[in-house]
């Protein structure tokens, strides 16, 4: 039994393509987890899935500094 991860995408504004490059890349590996993004980010990974028509559990929280306490959060739990 595989364990689902909970995977925080985040990137800069220059690098957004070179996420949304490499989440197509591993999109098949990517859809059996979570994932949690910023909006932008989020939004174009979400694209990405569908143009690949992939289905994926992709949660986009709000830009810097709100979202970072949730992922520290998640991150700590384990």
Request: charged share 25%.
């Amino acid at each position: 039994m595989k364990k689902r991860l909970t995977i925080a995408l985040v990137a800069h504004d220059n690098r957004k393509a070179d996420m949304v490059e490499w989440v197509k890349h591993n999109a098949e590996l990517l859809s059996h987890h979570h994932l949690v993004c910023t909006g932008t980010t989020g939004r174009l990974i979400k694209e990405a899935f569908d143009e690949l028509n992939i289905p994926a559990d992709v949660t986009c929280m709000p830009k810097l500094p709100h979202w970072w306490f949730v992922i520290k959060s998640i991150w700590l739990s384990f």
